[in-house]
Every structure is written in C-alpha cells, then in structure tokens.
C-alpha cells in the first residue's frame, strides 16, 4: 500500500513542479516591446546531453526577433478562493494541474493541514489522501476567483485535463492508478458548470493505456492517445478505429483548425512528428517533422501554445515556426510562471498565474516551493 501511494504521489506532483514566481500589476513602461521570439529552426542534432536536458526542464527561449507581439493587453488579477473547511487550516498548498474551461476554471490541489487530527474532516470534503499527512481536491473556480465547489474524485484518481462541452457541461479527465501495479488508465466523466457530476463514460479497449491522454473534438468523437496506440471513440465511448504503431506518442495537438497526434523517434527522447488525423474515421494522414527545441514544451499542452519566462508563442505545425503572441513586455501582468491561458475569440485572454504571498527558501524541495503559494486569474484585453 505504502508504494501505491508513493506512485500516486509521484503522478499528482508531475508537471506540477514550480518554476518561478510571478505577479499582478508591475506596469510596464513601453508598450511596444518586442517578442522574444523568432522563427524556429529544426535540429541538426548537435546538441549535448547537457543542453537536451535543460531544454527539456526549462522550456525553449527562442532568440530575439523584430516580430512583433500582439497589441499590449491590461491585466485584471483575482485571486482564486479555496473552498474553505470547517475548523481546518491548512499549513500548505501546492496548485497541481489546471484547465480553463469557457467560464471556469478547473484546478487540482495538494494541501497539507497543520493539524494531522483534522484527517476526517479534510476526507469528507472531497479531498483524497496521498499518505503522509498529503490530500488533493479537484476544485472548480468562476473567473473571479469565486470558488464554485470541490468536485468528487474517484479514489487513486488524479486530475489531469478538462474541456468545455458546446451544452456547458465540462469534460473531465482523469488517470486511475491500480493498486499494487504500477499501470493507470483514463478514467473520464463529465460535471455541470456547478460541479455536479453528471455521469461516467467508459472506453470499450483491452490495451493497456498507461500514461495515456484524452481529447474531445467538436464533433462529439473522442481520442484516447496512447504509447504505441491511437483510439477513436463516439460520444458513447464506442471504438469507431484504433491504429497502432511504435512510434505513437500519448500526446495530441490542435494547430490551425487540424488535430495532430505526435510521434517519437529512437532513442524516444524527442517528438519527430506529428500526423494530421482525420477526426471522422481516426485515419491518419498528412506527417509534418516538429521542430524538436519545442517539442516537449508543446505536448505539454492541448492547442500548439509555448509558454516561456518572456511570454507565449504559437507554434504552426505545418510550417514549423513559432509567432508570437505575448510578451511580458507588451502587458502589465508580471509573470514568470505562466500556468494555463484561453484566448477568446474577441482576443482577449485568460491567464493563469503563481503568485507567492511569502519568501521561499530556495533549499526546499522543488515540488514544495509552493508552500503558501496563491493561484491567480488574469483577464488580459487589448489595448485601443
């Protein structure tokens, strides 16, 4: 039991790790800065072990270019509100996964309470314990930081992804953890816009999806990706098609109104590819090598967006170049831990950010930096 927990542990922190800090409301000076970004290059596969790893920790700073941003944006900050609990307090938190979803936000969070005797009240109010005096709740915010509801989990269940459904519902996924086998599978279900869940669906497949992602497209069909497989399922969770190949990576990407599914090359230690997907049959079609210095840090997320300590760039597939969008130089908003960001179709965005309310001791552990940090919302419009 002691090792199940400790694997669960492990997936609720992964990708959770904080990079820096950040805040709302340092104006800047120029608003006419320019993006740190420029037109990428494909590898030519001459770079260190040394320089693959810090790529692959610290994300891709593109040299500077003449491109301009988009139009400097004022940033209006909330902060996001736990739901509190009845004579708990808690001594830390550390903000996990999150998804912005229409107007809603979807965020896992790791918290310890400075009483161990508050256990009981703490499992009662939709956390899971993660052992060791650890509990997680997916919780469910409005874009001004209102907390809505902590929404029920699943026990050995992990947040890891939500979407917003045309009917206002939200889809949301999760891993599922076997005890005392290292594997996990998706386990998906969908809740209303005040956190009530609605139903569970279910994925008629026997393979093994350990570490796999889920994506739903506008036309009700739902991906399941895979390592080594690609499913297609109805909104009924029905297999429509399933292909399989080695080099089949569980990540898929949205670029230019395309669905895109990655692939990785020998020794599996960089996406090579991504292949359109025809998102009726599950077919797969037209294959575009990536740019392999922003690969990792875009299978990160569900539409081609990178997200660096300077700003944000689009990635295009097709073309295999970045533009850019944001830069910290053509906003009031100080970040430096961007987390999550929508753009709506007005051009206005929504951003999530760290914010630390005290000091942080550079000796702790990289997944406890967090402690006592806030999470804000951001709503970015453009400038006239």
């Known amino acids: 039991m002691k090792k199940s927990i400790r694997t669960l542990l492990a997936f609720a922190l992964a990708g959770s790790m904080l990079l820096g800090l950040s805040a709302c409301g340092n104006t800047k000076k120029d608003n006419n800065g320019t ?3 420029k037109e990428t290059v494909s590898s030519d596969n001459t770079d260190t072990e040394e320089e693959k790893d810090q790529s692959d920790t610290q994300g891709t700073d593109p040299a500077p270019t003449t491109q301009q941003a988009a139009s400097f944006y004022h940033a209006e900050c909330a902060e996001l509100q736990l739901e509190p609990i009845k004579d708990v307090e808690f001594g830390a938190t550390i903000f996990s996964n999150s998804s912005i979803v229409g107007d809603r936000i979807l965020i896992n969070v790791i918290a310890i309470p400075k009483e161990e005797s ?24 409005d874009l001004t930081g209102k907390n809505i509801a902590t929404v029920q989990m699943d026990e050995n269940c992990t947040f890891e992804n939500a979407f917003a459904l045309d009917n206002g519902e939200i889809l949301v996924v999760t891993n599922r953890f076997d ?9 998906v279900f969908v809740i209303s816009p005040s956190g009530e869940r609605l139903r569970d669906l279910t994925f008629d497949v026997s393979a093994n999806l350990y570490g796999s992602h889920v994506y739903p497209m506008e036309n009700g069909n739902i991906f399941v990706a895979a390592e080594g497989n690609l499913f297609l399922f109805d909104s009924e969770g029905n297999l429509i098609n399933s292909v399989t190949e080695s080099t089949l990576w569980p990540f898929m990407n949205y670029s230019e109104g395309k669905w895109y ?3 990785v090359a020998p020794p599996y230690t960089e996406i090579a590819g991504f292949q359109e997907v025809d998102i009726n049959t599950g077919e797969l079609k037209d294959r575009y090598q990536s740019d392999t210095s922003i690969a990792y840090d875009l299978a990160r997320n569900t539409d081609c967006y990178v997200f660096t300590e300077r700003g944000m760039l689009q990635y295009l597939i097709t073309e295999k170049k970045t533009k850019p969008v944001l830069s910290s130089d053509n906003t009031d908003l100080d970040f430096t831990d961007l987390r999550n960001c929508q753009i709506l179709p007005d051009g206005s965005m929504i951003v999530l950010n760290s914010v630390p309310d005290k ?6 552990p990289s997944y406890f930096r967090g402690e006592a940090n806030k999470m804000s919302v951001a709503i970015l419009t453009p400038e006239d």
């Open 261 to 263: 599914v990655a692939h």
């Open 179 to 187: 005890d005392g086998e290292c594997i996990s599978s998706p386990f």
């Open 35 to 37: 993006t740190d970004s």
């Open 118 to 141: 508050m256990e009981a009240l703490v499992l009662e109010n939709n956390y899971q314990s993660l052992g060791d005096g650890l509990y997680t709740s997916l919780q469910l915010f």
């Open 359 to 364: 000091d942080v001791d550079p000796d702790t």
